[in-house]
Structures are given as C-alpha cells and as structure tokens.
Nanobody, 127 residues
Framework: QLQLVESGGGSVQAGGSLRLSCAASGSMYIRHCMAWFRQAPGKEREGVAA???????TYADSVKGRFTISQDNAKNNLYLQMNSLKPEDTAMYYCAADGLPKSCTVLYLERYGMDYWGKGTLVNISS
C-alpha cells in the first residue's frame, strides 16, 4: 500500500527553474526505488530520473546537468529540482515507486514500468 501525491508544477519561462515534490505515505518497503516520469502531448511517457535506496541516481540524457532527483532521509518526500528549463520540458510529470525491481535505472524502469504512480503535476515552459 502506497500513495504518491505530486506538487510544484506550474508555468515558467525558458531558462527558469521549478522544484517538484512527491509526498509518499504507506509502506516503507515499496520505496526502495523511486523515479520521475513525464509525458508530453502526443508523445510516449518517458523516464526522467531515478533514485534507489542507496541514493544512486540516473537521468535521461535530455535532462542531465539540468535536473536533480533527491529524497529526504525517511523517504517520505521525493524531489526533482529542474533548472535551465526548455520548452521541450513541457509535460505532465509523474512520481512513481517500486519495492525492489531488478534494476533502478531510468532506462530499465521506462521499459518495464513501476508498481505505484501519482496523478501527476503539469509543467509548462514558454519560449
């Protein structure tokens, strides 16, 4: 049992920053692997960033150097700091979690999915 609730989305001009948050409540055993996904209109859902229980992180090539995923010590909150935002970052952003997948990397999770999802928070970046 796990509930995920995203917040922090909004409209920002290109070059600006946003910090997304994901509040998790429920079983601690379903938080070993957590990630952020996004889906733009007319496009497939893609993995953005992932973090495992050992705080190892992975990122999509398109956001490396601009986005940072992190979580608090109790893993009650997941964050995505987004800097130098571009119009192509416009999408619905989702928080997701899994208990113990075979791998906790963006590429793996994008292919095989995750067990728990939030409802999403919208990010709009204007040029």
């Amino acid at each position: 049992q796990l509930q995920l609730v995203e917040s922090g989305g909004g409209s920002v001009q290109a070059g600006g920053s946003l910090r997304l948050s994901c509040a998790a409540s429920g079983s601690m055993y379903i938080r070993h692997c957590m990630a952020w996904f996004r889906q733009a209109p007319g496009k497939e859902r893609e993995g953005v960033a992932a973090i495992d229980t050992g705080t190892t992180t992975t990122y999509a090539d398109s956001v490396k150097g601009r986005f940072t995923i992190s979580q608090d010590n109790a893993k009650n909150n997941l964050y995505l700091q987004m800097n130098s935002l571009k119009p192509e970052d416009t999408a619905m952003y989702y928080c997701a979690a899994d208990g113990l997948p075979k791998s906790c990397t963006v590429l793996y999770l994008e292919r095989y999915g995750m067990d728990y999802w939030g409802k999403g928070t919208l990010v709009n970046i204007s040029s």
